[in-house]
């Protein structure tokens, strides 16, 4: 039994026409952000509900819609140096680049 090539898929989709409505209103905390992400009809992967676009991870999808849809809206900032930074991403992007030889 062999898994379907998912994250080829995915990768390969054009960007989504999204962009007619503008950006989309609410998540006023990072955790609403979760509200736009959806289980697959067909439980192989998550699905945003704001364009369609669909990810093999809740935390993927979470990502996808804090960067295309709320980007720059909350603000993050590193425990370990205080720096901030403008998307969850961006932040762990950090995190490895900075402090990726500490424990936490
Ligand atoms: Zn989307
Ligand atoms: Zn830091």
New binding site residues.
Partial sequence: MTLQPIISAVHGLPPPAFAAAGAPTAAEDPRDLHAYVIEDTAGSGFSCTLCGRTGVSRRDMRNHVESVHFPNMFTYE??????KLSSRKALDN??YR??RSTSN
């Fill in positions: 590193c425990a370990l140096c205080a720096v950090h995190k900075h402090h």
